[in-house]
């Protein structure tokens, strides 16, 4: 190939070189020449009104309520009980396993219904004496008699003779020496019976 030919084949080459270099720079320049579009500014966070939750709360505080009305309720843990006494570690406590003082009062209070009975006894009995007159002669006698809750009566005596007789009068004055005889003279334990005695003899009437 002369001169000439490798001469247009440069010349070829440095026109094709222009055109592309030329197709490459203007879309570089349209685009540099774009004004840039501004990102969107960040939304403003809204405030949202947060409105306390009033059921959890009135649950928790149920749950405390229940909590502390157990731990009151619970009893008292089991105190130690000590084995070892002296001078410096005693301790008084209370007597375990008592009963109330009311109680007992209440039934040391109410007497049993056999006391009563023999307190004041009722029913009937015999009475067996001897009277010695003003003439120093002795005579015998036997009268029944009654009482009633405790009380003779000194009206039943003697009845088994005539009201107003000799026998009746002097089986009456027997019978008040009987109970005077039977109240004593005070020197003896005086019992419910004795004591029936001395008052019957205190308002015997002949």
């Known amino acids: 190939m002369d001169r000439v030919g490798i001469g247009f084949l440069l010349l070829l080459g440095c026109a094709g070189g222009w055109w592309a270099w030329g197709h490459y720079k203007a879309p570089s320049e349209a685009v540099a020449g774009v004004a840039p579009v501004a990102a969107p500014p960040p939304a403003a966070s809204e405030q949202v009104d947060v409105k306390p939750d009033y059921d959890a709360i009135v649950e928790a505080r149920l749950r405390e309520s229940a909590a502390e009305n157990a731990l009151a309720m619970s009893p008292p843990a089991a105190e130690q009980k000590q084995t070892e006494f002296n001078d410096q570690n005693y301790v008084a406590r209370q007597p375990d396993n ?8 209440s039934r040391a209070g109410q007497p049993s219904t056999e006391r009563r009975a023999a307190d004041r006894p009722t029913g009937s009995a015999t009475a067996t004496f001897d009277w ?3 003439r120093r002669q002795r005579s015998r006698w036997k009268t029944r008699y009654e009482y009633h809750n405790g009380v ?25 020496a009987w109970l005077a005889e039977r109240c004593g003279d005070g020197t003896r334990l005086a019992s419910a ?13 002949l």
């Open 98 to 105: 008592i009963l109330e003082s009311r109680h007992i009062l």
């Open 132 to 134: 010695r007159d003003a």
């Open 152 to 176: 003779i009566d000194t009206g039943s005596f003697c009845r088994n003779y005539r009201r107003g007789s000799i026998e009746y009068r002097t089986c009456r004055k027997g019978a008040r």
């Open 193 to 205: 019976r004795q004591r029936m005695y001395c008052h019957a003899h205190s308002g015997f009437r």
